[in-house]
């Protein structure tokens, strides 16, 4: 075999390998379980430390912010379903737009801390408020 045909080869082999790497890392942040607060509570027990994202909408008055350290806290809960428990998230950074909007739903990625009963967020979604209300007409 010529060095060229070798350096193709080996080039295609790192460009292969490159490129799988990408689709495990893809697949793995990917298979994360997106649950609701209550389902996030029936199955705390199996989901022990892992990573997950919880959606809920942002309970009025819980937000919280230290700008000195950075520190947000606030609490979740079910949108729709009438149920009672709320998850308390602490998240360490900027806190995101639209965060104390009235009925703000958003995604918390994370882990929960047993120890301290508190969602450690590392990533924050706000989702954008799906209810417009129509304008009146004038005249």
Do not use: H
């Not at 490129?19 to 029936?42: A, P, R, T």
């Not at 998850?87 to 009925?103: I, M």
Request: hydrophobic fraction near 35%.
């Amino acid at each position: 075999m010529k060095n060229r045909q070798k350096t193709v080869i080996v080039a295609l082999l790192l460009i292969a390998v490159s490129f799988s790497y990408l689709i495990f890392l893809g697949m793995k942040e990917g298979s994360m379980y997106y649950l609701e607060v209550s389902e996030f509570f029936d199955r705390l027990d199996e989901l022990g430390q892992m990573k997950i994202r919880v959606n809920g909408e942002i309970i009025p008055g819980t937000v919280t912010y230290n700008p000195a350290k950075l520190k947000l806290n606030f609490s979740l809960k079910d949108q729709d379903i009438n149920d009672s428990r709320q998850l308390n998230v602490v998240y360490k950074g900027a806190p995101p737009d639209l965060l104390e909007q009235e009925g703000a739903t958003l995604v918390a990625e994370g882990s929960y801390n047993r120890q301290e009963n508190l969602f450690e967020a590392t990533k924050l979604l706000v989702k954008c408020p799906s209810k417009y209300e129509k304008k009146e007409d004038e005249g």
